[in-house]
């Protein structure tokens, strides 16, 4: 969830514990959670109930932007702007101007790709509050982090430290208490 | 696979892609090693490759200052070594994209410790090659004519030749590559501004790792991206140097005008490139004890790499001389069946023939193929058999074309060979800043892969 508020932060240490303790807060009926891992797990999705990516979908329209917008380009300026008759030769030439349109499709959509791929991460930023949580280096590097929003209505801090602290967690940190 | 069969295969060392099950700190601490802690080694090679690398500027400060006059080409060689030199460095580009992003499609594990030192050296590879038709304008200054922009002089590119798709094929490639490459370094650059042991490091890498912080959210999107950047790169593989080989493919000239070229130079690109990678990798390995991360079995996959695509371009190479023969041309005989194996160049094109047709050969052995003295070895000659391939095919076809009385003979200058050397060093430079200061072997794609392996191993649940 981007931008969620901080409530409750547990460290565990390896992917399987966190996989069980995220199963035990959503049976808590907790929703509003994250997790923050060193790679992508992706059985944890389904769980996080994460929507699948717009990024294909936009990646696919910039792409066809890119290549209608470079066939239009060279069309224009070989057979519009600065006609030149070579050997009597058609000038709107459609198979000379497609690897420039090949290549300018496959430049747009990898720009997009690079720009969504960084937007929808929260990207770039300098600072974000969760880098304040103590311990919270180990998220890149062997830690496996499960979050909760401080303000899911089901969020019961007591409750949910000793759960989190029974499913194996290493640390539990109450983020701004 | 059962369960059974592939937690026999994954101890099996000389199958697997990772040695050992380190733990994450372990496997992390050794990746990020030469970033924290480099060895003493770094300065005087840098110092070395930086000198040449000044040489390589003031070389082409004179080219630029005093006019392309000073190469050796002149009609009718009118490309020699700057399109030589451009053709070998965009080739050794492939291999990079080839493994981060073909082989990630295709889901191989053995790419996974080698693409990110594969697609630096690509970027490397592809910044040098730029440099040779940016010199090859004469006025270099003027580049800018290439791009479609609206002067006062009303003329636009002409996009019916092939060198303005070079220009478009080559910048793409070049800003892809280097796309792919930082995406894939997002993560591991947070993971060395969370290990960094100095302040000043850590907000370096912190600006650098753009704030990542690895949600899962964040990975979702991420992965996808990914995904679709290597999606988007696979035909850029193909069509870069697809498009380089119409350069020649479109003229006339005997042993240019030929339709085999665009697969013909792909393949002979991915096999200089993973010989490339080869002569990186090895020392590499060696001097930053990376033997359980890169194996055997990547080296092995990489020698049947080489023997593949050495084959094809073995082929190609009997086509071509069929083709000529077939076709009853004179003048394609006559480059094909006698200038290039018997004219002045011909040390050149059977030195070719031997490292180009020959080296891969040693590879049907299992044992040759995992022993890393052959392989460097075979790897620096393949190097040079492609270097000769290229020179044989732009020279030799214009230095005897149609008319015997426009027949000159080639030589290249003092200025070509020291602006070809000078890229080398350059390239070195950026290869020894790139293990300096970069995550060279992927920390977290690591990790994702020893967590893979490990649910494999417990036969496919997490």
Redesign the interface.
Same mark, same amino acid.
């Given at each position: 969830?981007?931008d969620m508020k901080l409530g409750i932060m547990a460290e565990f240490e390896s992917? =399987?514990a966190l996989?069980l303790a995220v199963s035990k807060l959503r049976e808590m009926g907790l929703r509003k959670l $994250?997790? @923050?891992?060193?790679?992508?797990?992706? =059985?944890? !999705?389904p769980l #996080?109930e994460?929507k699948r990516?717009y990024? &294909?979908k936009v990646?696919l329209a910039m792409g066809l932007v890119g290549a209608a917008g470079a066939y239009t380009?060279?069309w224009w300026?070989?057979a519009v702007?600065?006609p030149?008759n070579?050997g009597g030769r058609p000038l709107h030439?459609a198979p000379?101007?497609i690897?420039?349109t090949?290549?300018?499709t496959?430049?747009f959509?990898?720009?997009t790709?690079?720009l969504? /791929? #960084?937007y /929808?991460?929260? #990207?770039?930023? #300098?600072?974000?509050p969760?880098?304040e949580v103590e311990g919270f !280096?180990?998220?890149?590097? $062997?830690g496996y982090w499960v979050?909760i929003a401080a303000d899911d209505p089901k969020l019961d801090a007591l409750v949910a430290e000793r759960e989190l602290i029974g499913a194996g967690a290493t640390r539990v940190v109450q983020v701004n208490p | 696979m059962t369960a059974t069969l592939s937690s026999a295969a994954v101890t099996r060392e000389d199958t697997d892609v990772l040695l050992g099950r380190p733990? $994450?700190?372990a496997l992390?601490d050794q990746l990020i090693a030469p970033v924290l802690r480099p060895g003493r080694a770094f300065k005087p090679l840098l110092i070395v490759t930086g000198a040449g690398t000044l040489f390589l500027f003031s070389v082409v400060l004179y080219v630029a200052t005093t006019g392309i006059g000073v190469w050796g080409n002149n009609i009718p060689v009118a490309w020699a070594l700057g399109i030589v030199d451009f053709v070998w460095w965009i080739g050794i580009g492939h291999a990079g994209t080839f493994i981060s992003a073909i082989l990630l499609l295709l889901e191989q594990k053995w790419r996974t410790s080698i693409n990110r030192f594969s697609e630096g050296m690509t970027l490397f590879a592809v910044v040098q090659a730029g440099l040779f038709p940016l010199l090859h304008l004469g006025r270099p200054w003027f580049f800018y004519w290439l791009i &479609?922009y609206p002067s006062t002089m009303? %003329?636009?590119?002409?996009?019916?030749s092939a060198l303005?798709?070079d220009v %478009?094929?080559v910048s793409?490639y070049l800003? %892809?590559s280097f *796309?792919?490459w @930082? *995406?894939g370094l997002?993560?591991d650059l947070? %993971?060395i501004?969370?290990?960094a042991t100095t302040l000043r490091r850590r907000r370096v890498y912190?600006?650098f790792a753009?704030?990542?912080?690895?949600?899962?959210? $964040?990975?979702?999107?991420?992965?996808?991206? @990914?995904w679709? *950047?290597a999606v *988007?790169?696979t035909?850029?593989v193909l069509?870069v140097h697809s498009?380089v080989s119409?350069d020649f493919a479109i003229s006339q000239l005997p042993g240019w005008h030929s339709t085999i070229f665009p697969p013909f130079f792909v393949a002979g690109a991915i096999y200089s490139g993973f010989a490339m990678v080869l002569t990186l990798l090895i020392p590499s390995r060696k001097i930053f004890h990376l033997e359980n991360v890169v194996t055997a079995r990547h080296l092995d996959s990489i020698a049947k790499m080489l023997m593949v695509t050495g084959w094809i371009v073995t082929y190609s190479y009997a086509i071509e001389i069929f083709i000529a023969w077939y076709s009853g041309n004179g003048f394609e005989r006559y480059v094909h069946l006698v200038n290039r194996p018997t004219g002045p160049y011909a040390a050149v094109f059977w030195v070719m023939i031997a490292c180009n047709c020959c080296t891969p050969q040693i590879f049907w052995a299992k044992k040759m193929r995992t022993n890393t003295t052959v392989l460097f070895i075979a790897s620096i000659l393949i190097n040079i058999g492609m270097w000769t391939e290229r020179f044989i095919l732009i020279v030799t076809s214009q230095m005897r074309d149609f008319l015997t009385s426009s027949w000159h003979m080639y030589k290249p200058t003092y200025v070509d060979l020291s602006l070809f050397l000078g890229t080398l060093s350059f390239f070195s430079f950026l290869f020894l800043l790139f293990l300096r200061f970069v995550p060279f072997i992927p920390v977290?794609?690591l990790? =994702?892969l020893k967590?893979e392996l490990h649910k494999e191993d417990r036969g496919g649940h997490?």
């Open positions: 969830m981007r992917p =399987e996989l $994250d997790a @923050y891992t060193p790679y992508p797990i992706r =059985e944890i !999705e #996080l994460i990516s990024i &294909p990646v380009l060279q300026c070989a702007s600065y030149l070579v030439s000379a101007f690897p420039i090949f290549e300018t496959v430049l959509a990898a720009g790709c690079f969504l /791929a #960084l /929808a991460a929260g #990207l770039p930023r #300098l600072h974000h969760v880098f !280096e180990s998220a890149s590097i $062997d979050a | 733990t $994450d700190a992390t &479609p009303g %003329v636009w590119p002409q996009f019916r303005p798709w %478009v094929a793409t800003t %892809v *796309l792919f @930082y *995406l997002v993560p947070a %993971v501004r969370d290990r912190g600006v753009l704030g990542w912080r690895g949600s899962a959210h $964040d990975w979702h999107h991420y992965r996808i991206a @990914y679709l *950047l *988007l790169a035909p850029l069509s498009i119409m977290s794609e990790k =994702e967590f997490a």
